[in-house]
């Protein structure tokens, strides 16, 4: 028997997904907020092109329009917290024996290569291979609630631990993620990223004849 207020609403947890590159890789790495960030900031802007075909935020002339070459780009920042308070106090094993360490390994690891990758390159550098490839970090989705589920690349990570336990194991800790949103000028046609980034630019664009409409109905009905 739950002893939860029963109208208390359910809440989606954010995440971060990691997977291979292929779409037939192993079992991705899940990364569920424990508590999800109470503020986002997003900085969006304009992907412009200067006379040498670089991209640059440059202004467009005076009467003239922006001329883009693609959707903006989009920059994230959040926080989120780990505390291992709860289950310590319920005895759970893992969180006696290594505290919030699965956690913040696993956020590190978005910025990590596979080990193998690089175990494999290293051999091949020792073998003479004329040319080594170079290791790949996972491919990485942040779902923030069912309409927004965005490829992103990790660009860094901030760890403020706050607790430890007497076998000196974080129990708290604050972590500032820095994401950049891909978009599917980045990506392979075809891959998961480039599919979810396609769904969340259409989705956007209903959202907003949405807001259209009720922008319609509210003008009307100020008039009437």
């Not at 920042?77 to 319920?90: G, H, M, N, R």
């Amino acid at each position: 028997m739950t002893s939860e207020f029963p109208g208390r609403p359910r809440v989606l947890k954010g995440a971060l997904v990691a997977y291979a590159s292929a779409l037939l890789g192993p079992v991705p790495n899940v990364v569920v907020f424990q508590y999800n960030p109470d503020t986002v900031t997003r900085t969006v802007r304009h992907r412009t092109q200067t006379s040498t075909g670089a991209e640059a935020g440059g202004r467009a002339r005076a009467g003239e329009p922006i001329r883009v070459t693609g959707p903006p780009a989009e920059s994230l920042s959040l926080q989120i917290t780990l505390d291992a308070t709860d289950k310590l106090e319920v005895g759970d094993p893992l969180a006696v024996t290594v505290g919030v360490h699965p956690a913040l390994a696993a956020l590190e690891l978005l910025l990590y290569p596979d080990s193998t990758q690089m175990l494999r390159n290293a051999a091949l550098t020792q073998a003479g291979a004329s040319a080594v490839p170079a290791a790949e970090v996972p491919s990485v989705l942040l779902v923030w609630g069912l309409g927004r589920v965005v490829p992103v690349r990790v660009e860094s990570l901030s760890i403020t631990e706050q607790a430890y336990d007497p076998l000196l194991n974080p129990i708290r800790a604050d972590v500032d993620l820095s994401l950049h949103v891909l978009s599917y000028l980045d990506l392979t046609v075809g891959s998961l990223g480039h599919g979810a980034s396609v769904a969340h630019h259409i989705a956007k664009e209903a959202l907003a004849q949405a807001n259209v409409v009720d922008a319609t109905a509210t003008a009307v009905s100020q008039v009437l």
